[in-house]
């Protein structure tokens, strides 16, 4: 038997000390369980018993809670509940027991009930009857509220009747004229919500983790996706697919639903970046069986920069004509007139690193096809005759555009011009210029050439030309009076006839 300082003697006063203990230890236990549940906070439990104006509630661990039984009847004053039923009800004060209110939740509070759950910031239950000019109009009992489009969610949707018909809980922002003005926010609530569940959200956002979320917005870089309790990602432009995007709004909605795969976290800044293309096929695991050395595609230029263009093969195939592989035309930018982005045409591949996914190509004439590594289709072999385009001057030569991919170097001493000759003025960037294929390397992609070989040869038909007439005027008894090299200098400078 506990000792207290004013025990009275006999077993009636030893009896009323031990209820007075009781009392209290009952007392301060539900006071201290009191405190585990906040107000605001809707709470589940079972009807025990009913007082003249209480009823009361057996909330589990958390103890008994009150609620008023002018709450538990229906408009026509009749009893809803019986003991043994179970209810969901709104926790609204704490203070000397836990207080219940089933209207409020439910959406039935009356205009009092209203101003006091604006005063506490709690939560009320309201019903969203129709889209009005800048947001909802939203029936809270017997009131009607407004809810701004901004308000209804946390993010944006595309379609605003999906919300029309639901039940949500909202919190009063604005209560004015004896709530004949209520301006209610649904998002203020989901956003507690959400910092309560960030932390342990964060701790499954990792890279290589595939989640589900909703399309936030869409500007023009990519999307951010709602990954729940307010966290969010951007899912950039280039992770959306493996073929080039240019506009992710038409690809991409606000608050349609979306499964991305986590690519980095930034621990620091809180960034997330995620990824799309990661979770489909790589259309790149198929070059190495469909493409090959030679081989010419079809494909679309989709755009063009200043050292060439790039080409679309195929969805998500994307290759580069290098601005080399370009005739050229004397001005700087003048190849990108013959592909300007959304071009279609033929090109053939020049080179593959399936490593790096980089493909080399070149554009050429539609219906031609070449096998891998070969020459001989566009002539250029040792000892063709080709017309060319001079392409740059250097130092030691000039290179002349034979062909797409393929470029031949002249010598300075296979030019026919002297060193000191200005070649730039004589042969400019974009002038046709025969030349003789003198050496290809097996690739086919180093090649000397000559201009000198081109005179020589002229030199050398004019000899022979000229050595066939004078065998026939001399058949016929003429060419005396004069020797062979006069004739041959008059034959090969006509101009000094």
């Known amino acids: 038997m506990r000792r207290t300082p004013w025990r009275q003697s006999g077993n009636r006063g030893e009896s009323a000390v031990s209820e007075f203990e009781e009392d209290f230890a009952s007392m301060f236990e539900a006071s201290l369980k009191a405190k585990r549940i906040e107000k605001g906070q809707t709470i589940e439990g079972t009807i025990v018993g009913f007082g003249h104006e209480t009823a009361f509630v057996n909330v589990g661990s958390k103890g008994e809670a009150m609620i008023e039984v002018a709450e538990l009847k229906n408009d026509e004053g009749v009893l809803e509940v019986a003991i043994g039923d179970t209810i969901k009800a709104l926790v609204i004060s704490t203070t000397g027991g836990i207080m219940l209110s089933r209207r409020l939740a439910r959406g039935a509070a009356t205009d009092k009930q209203l101003e006091s759950a604006y005063e506490a910031r709690l939560p009320v239950e309201g019903k969203v009857e129709r889209e009005v000019k800048g947001g909802y109009e939203i029936k809270i009992g017997r009131s009607r509220g407004f809810c701004p489009f901004s308000q209804i969610d946390t993010v944006r949707g595309t379609d605003p009747a999906q919300h029309i018909g639901r039940v949500y809980p909202f919190r009063i922002t604005e209560y004015k004229e004896n709530g004949r003005n209520l301006i209610v926010s649904r998002r203020a609530l989901l956003e507690v919500e959400q910092r309560a569940q960030a932390v342990e959200l964060r701790k499954a956002i990792v890279p290589g983790a595939i989640l589900t979320g909703r399309i936030a917005s869409v500007p023009a870089f990519g999307a951010f996706v709602e990954l729940g309790a307010g966290i969010q990602g951007l899912l950039h432009v280039s992770e959306m697919a493996w073929s080039r995007v240019t506009d992710p709004a038409a690809l991409f909605k606000p608050g349609e639903e979306i499964t991305v795969k986590v690519l980095r976290v930034d621990e620091a800044t809180e960034k997330i970046a995620l990824g799309l293309r990661q979770l489909l096929a790589d259309p790149w695991e198929a070059v190495r069986a469909t493409y090959e050395l030679g081989q010419v595609k079809t494909g679309r230029v989709t755009r063009v920069t200043d050292f060439g263009a790039f080409v679309e093969l195929e969805p998500g195939i994307e290759a580069l004509a290098h601005v080399s592989t370009f005739p050229p035309t004397g001005h700087s930018k003048g190849w990108a007139k013959l592909v300007a982005p959304g071009t279609t045409a033929s090109f053939e591949i020049l080179n593959l690193d399936l490593d790096k996914k980089r ?71 974009g002038t046709d210029v025969e030349v003789v294929v003198l050496e290809v390397d097996p690739a086919g992609r180093r090649i000397r050439v000559s201009h000198k070989a081109v005179i020589d040869a002229r030199e050398a038909d004019v000899v022979r030309e000229y050595s066939q007439r004078e065998d026939a005027a001399q058949a016929q008894g003429q060419g005396f009076g004069s020797s062979l090299g006069d004739k041959l200098r008059g034959a090969l400078n006509p101009a000094d006839r």
Do not use: C, N, Y
Not at 366 to 389: C, F, L
């Open 359 to 429: 493909i080399g190509v070149a554009m050429v004439e539609e219906g031609a096809t070449r096998a891998a590594g070969s020459t001989a289709q566009t002539g250029v072999v040792p000892g063709a005759r080709r017309t060319g385009k001079v392409e740059r001057h250097e130092s030691f030569g000039i290179f002349v555009f034979l062909a797409p991919g393929r470029t031949g170097l002249m010598p300075w001493s296979e030019t026919g011009v002297s060193r000191e000759a200005d070649a730039a003025k004589l042969v400019p960037v």
